[in-house]
């Protein structure tokens, strides 16, 4: 059974920093694409960084946003910095062929609340 479990969400003020982690189990991380996506409230879900399973990685601000991968642990992080109000949403992993899009994976965590706000 695939599981996806993501934690280390939580409140935090502007500027500040999380680093979320996706426990992956039932797969092996680097054998699929593992994205990371958030929603906030009343907005469509929208990609923020992906790790492909050789490794690469994009997102969409590349200044405050880094994926990384613990293959020992088959554990996926997402690194946030500088974060601002527009940052607050639910944020997903999700793990399938390496895309954009949200279809494209077949495997979602539960997600993990991020809040930023003074």
């Known amino acids: 059974q695939v599981q996806l479990v993501e934690s280390g969400g939580g409140q935090v003020q502007p500027g500040g920093s999380l680093k979320l982690s996706c426990a992956v189990s039932?797969?092996?991380?680097?054998?699929?694409?593992v994205g990371w996506f958030r929603q906030a409230p009343g907005k469509e879900r929208e990609f923020v960084g992906i790790?492909?399973?050789?490794?690469g990685t994009t997102s969409t601000d590349a200044d405050r946003f880094t994926v990384s991968r613990d293959n020992a642990s088959n554990v996926v992080y997402l690194q946030m910095t500088s974060l601002e109000a527009e940052d607050t949403a639910v944020y997903y992993c999700?793990?399938?062929?390496?895309?954009?899009?949200?279809?494209?994976?077949?495997?979602w965590g539960q997600g993990t609340q991020v809040t930023v706000s003074s």
């Open positions: 790790i492909n399973a050789y490794g």
């Open positions: 039932g797969l092996t991380s680097n054998a699929y694409a």
């Open positions: 999700a793990a399938g062929r390496p895309s954009f899009r949200a279809t494209d994976f077949s495997y």
